[in-house]
Structures are given as structure tokens and as C-alpha cells.
T-cell receptor
């Protein structure tokens, strides 16, 4: 069965330090992977997707098919990065259209 | 361009009752997906509607049902409510059901079952 694992519930990082939010997936097909973010009192929104290979707000994520990972990284954390981050796997399967991880709360310390 | 809207914002129901939640998709979007998000969990896929037809369903019992209308707005109906149905219900719309398309989420409806 398809699965997305985010091993950390909470990650606290000092401002200016590097950030890495981990995401591992389990899927036999070719994965479409996303990172969604939810800032305080805002709705869930797309941060980035692996096919676009872009950097958004300084964040990047590389798909590693060998390790089945899609970790989210940023070299220098900013206070406004504090939010809830969800890794998501999207498939063509009718039963598992999109599978979200449980999320990691990123807390940037001043 | 109007974003995804959901109504109501909050709802309190009693076990055994029925509830209908509503979602208006973003302009130009023909696909709506519904999710249940329990406290401390990620969103869990309930079902998806594409051009008024169900286009996929997650592991939810038949008492969870839905509709999509010609204007692509959608309803989620839950019959015989159980305490475990208490959750945030999210809907998301996209311009296409293919997996590489971004989903645009609504603010959610908080359902409490007592």
C-alpha cells in the first residue's frame, strides 16, 4: 500500500540555521510528490512539487528514488518559516488519489 | 478569481444524525476532492469528483457520499454520524484530476459529533 512517512512531529531550529524536513514514501509506480504548507490561521497551500524542480521561499526538495525520499531543505531558516508542513504523494490509483503524511511542525527559534 | 470556499465553518451534530457540507471550487476548476483531517493527522482522502462523476474513493464507508453539480461545486454527506467523524473536513479543487496538478484547498469545516 502507498504510504508517506514524516518521522518528525516537531522540528525546532534556530533562525539562520539549515532546515531539513524528512519525507519518505512507499509507492511502486512513478511518484508525483508535493510539499504543502499551512501557516498559522491560513489554509493549506502548495509549497512546491518535484516535477517543477524550483525553489520557493528558499526551499528545495529533491526526489531520491533510490532512497524513496523527498526531503525539504532550506539553507537558512527564517522566523516566517514557522508552520505545519505536509509531504504528499499523488497517484493515478482510484483508491489512493493523494496520500498525505502526518505533518511536521517547524518552529523557528529567534 | 475566487478561491475555494466551504460552508459552514463550524458544525455541531449529535451521534446518529446526518450532515451536509458544501464546497465551491475555484473558478475554472472541474475537479473536487474531499479530505478528513483528524486532530494531529494529515488529511485523509475521502473521494474525488470530476465533471459530476465520482473519480476515486478512499477507505471510507458508504455512509460518506458526495455530489458534484454542473457548476462544479460539491457536497459531502455523512449519514449516521459517529463520534469518530469529528474532524476538519477539507475540500480542494484542481483544474484536472491528473496527479501532477496542484490542489487548492478551502478553509475547512470543523465538525463536532457529540
Amino acid at each position: 500500500a502507498q504510504r508517506v512517512t514524516q518521522p518528525e512531529k516537531l522540528l525546532s531550529v534556530f533562525k539562520g540555521a539549515p532546515v531539513e524536513l524528512k519525507c519518505n514514501y512507499s509507492y511502486s509506480g512513478s511518484p508525483e510528490l508535493f510539499w504543502y504548507v499551512q501557516y498559522s490561521r491560513q489554509r493549506l497551500q502548495l509549497l512546491l512539487r518535484h516535477i517543477s524542480r524550483e525553489s520557493i521561499k528558499g526551499f528545495t526538495a529533491d526526489l531520491n528514488k533510490g532512497e524513496t525520499s523527498f526531503h525539504l531543505k532550506k539553507p537558512f531558516a527564517q522566523e516566517e518559516d514557522s508552520a505545519m508542513y505536509y509531504c504528499a504523494l499523488s497517484t493515478f490509483n482510484r483508491d489512493d488519489k493523494i496520500i498525505f503524511g502526518k505533518g511536521t511542525r517547524l518552529h523557528i527559534l529567534p | 478569481e475566487t478561491g475555494v470556499t466551504q460552508s459552514p465553518t463550524h458544525l455541531i451534530k449529535t451521534r446518529g444524525q446526518q450532515v451536509t457540507l458544501r464546497c465551491s471550487s475555484q473558478s475554472g476548476h472541474n475537479t473536487v476532492s474531499w479530505y478528513q483531517q483528524a486532530l494531529g493527522q494529515g488529511p485523509q482522502f475521502i473521494f474525488q469528483y470530476y465533471r459530476e462523476e465520482e473519480n476515486g474513493r478512499g477507505n471510507f464507508p458508504p455512509r460518506f457520499s458526495g455530489l458534484q453539480f454542473p457548476n462544479y461545486s460539491s457536497e459531502l454527506n455523512v449519514n449516521a454520524l459517529e463520534l469518530d467523524d469529528s474532524a476538519l473536513y477539507l475540500c480542494a479543487s484542481s483544474i484536472d484530476p491528473a496527479p501532477n496538478y496542484e490542489q487548492y484547498f478551502g478553509p475547512g469545516t470543523r465538525l463536532t459529533v457529540t
